[in-house]
């Protein structure tokens, strides 16, 4: 059984499935209060009627940055203990997830390898896991992602070695197929933004209610609510936190993004703290007809601006890069 403080990195497995979370329904409020947490726009998401000429459904499109924050809430019964969170790999939106939708995560530990240990620093190790979430029992999200954990027993060496793989190569074309059959029309004229070109929005956002977001997607890891246990004098914010704005920002400079159906990768490569301003610029690397729209492989960067403060990261005049992402968006 899995403690309630843990698991700690020697106290899994690879092929261990650990205990999921409680279902969760996706409805109006949750969807309401996430909205006020990173002021997206795109049209399905906000729009009833727009969701209905796009996608002939009823039901209002779920924001696919929702999606994946309550997946990987869902996920954190394996890193409550979280030290950092090193990347997420291959995350495949495979089928759309509308208000009213029910969610359940599975968690399964896919390779471990110890990290290296310096003398003075407690040891730790690093956990693939697998990752499905399924919307109403049937798959709607898969991705790999991959936390640091401390050690229960710091004397201990458990000597895992296991090859925790790469990103591969981007291929816009594995993601094509995961362009749903819309009307994009309805969306709007194609946006003209040319391959390599890179739009940086003007538009800088905060952070604030970080512990808000952490709770509302039943985030469990406690570097994200707990000073205490950060390594720096304030809560690490929850790295979602910033591609949800990421996500924002990209629908302010893309107009008529329908939804995002995949990432490439997302790589927190700098800490994000209460009150970092943000900016984010996007590069348009890559673009394929798809499903009668467009998939579009899209780089964002998000740099943090924060006042010099004792114990902190300084990020200086020109901040610091602290988001690297490559998302495959679906628009007209």
């Known amino acids: 059984m899995i403690p309630l403080d843990g698991p700690f990195y020697d106290q899994l497995a690879v092929g261990q499935e650990l205990p999921r979370q409680p279902s969760a329904t996706i409805d109006e409020g949750t969807a309401a209060l996430y909205q006020s947490l990173v002021g997206e726009r795109l049209a399905m998401v906000l729009d009833t009627d727009v969701s209905r000429a796009v996608n002939a459904s009823d039901r209002r499109l779920v924001s696919p940055s929702l999606v994946m924050q309550l997946s990987i809430g869902q996920s954190t019964t394996v890193s409550r203990r979280a030290l950092a969170n090193l990347f997420y790999r291959n995350v495949r939106l495979v089928r759309p997830v509308m208000i009213g939708d029910s969610i359940e995560t599975r968690v399964t530990v896919a390779g471990l390898a110890d990290a290296s240990h310096r003398p003075g620093r407690a040891r730790r190790g690093k956990v693939l896991v697998d990752v499905v979430t399924f919307a109403n029992g049937i798959e709607a999200v898969a991705y790999q992602r991959c936390p640091m954990l401390p050690q229960l027993?710091?004397?201990?060496?458990?000597?895992?070695?296991?090859?925790?793989?790469?990103?591969?190569?981007?291929?816009?074309?594995?993601?094509?197929?995961?362009?749903?059959?819309?009307?994009?029309?309805?969306?709007?004229?194609?946006?003209?933004?040319?391959?390599?070109?890179?739009?940086?929005?003007?538009?800088?956002?905060?952070?604030?209610?970080?512990?808000?977001?952490?709770?509302?997607?039943?985030?469990?890891?406690?570097?994200?609510?707990?000073?205490?246990?950060?390594?720096?004098?304030?809560?690490?914010?929850?790295?979602?936190?910033?591609?949800?704005?990421?996500?924002?920002?990209?629908?302010?400079?893309?107009?008529?993004?329908?939804?995002?159906?995949?990432?490439?990768?997302?790589?927190?490569?700098?800490?994000?703290?209460?009150?970092?301003?943000?900016?984010?610029?996007?590069?348009?690397?890559?673009?394929?007809?798809?499903?009668?729209?467009?998939?579009?492989?899209?780089?964002?960067?998000g740099i943090a601006y924060r006042p010099d403060a004792d114990g902190l990261p300084s990020t200086g005049s020109h901040g610091i890069i602290v988001l690297d992402w490559i998302l495959i968006a679906a628009a007209p």
Do not use: K
Not at 201 to 223: E, F, K, Q
């Open 153 to 301: 027993d710091d004397e201990a060496v458990p000597g895992h070695n296991d090859d925790l793989g790469t990103t591969p190569d981007l291929d816009l074309g594995a993601y094509v197929e995961l362009v749903p059959e819309w009307d994009f029309a309805a969306l709007g004229p194609p946006a003209d933004w040319a391959v390599g070109e890179t739009v940086s929005d003007p538009t800088r956002d905060v952070i604030d209610g970080a512990t808000s977001l952490a709770r509302l997607t039943h985030n469990l890891a406690m570097v994200h609510r707990d000073a205490e246990l950060s390594p720096y004098p304030q809560r690490l914010v929850y790295g979602g936190h910033v591609v949800g704005l990421a996500q924002a920002s990209l629908s302010r400079v893309l107009p008529g993004m329908a939804t995002v159906v995949g990432w490439h990768h997302c790589d927190h490569t700098g800490p994000t703290f209460e009150g970092d301003q943000l900016s984010f610029r996007h590069t348009l690397l890559d673009v394929a007809p798809a499903s009668g729209g467009r998939a579009l492989a899209v780089q964002v960067e």
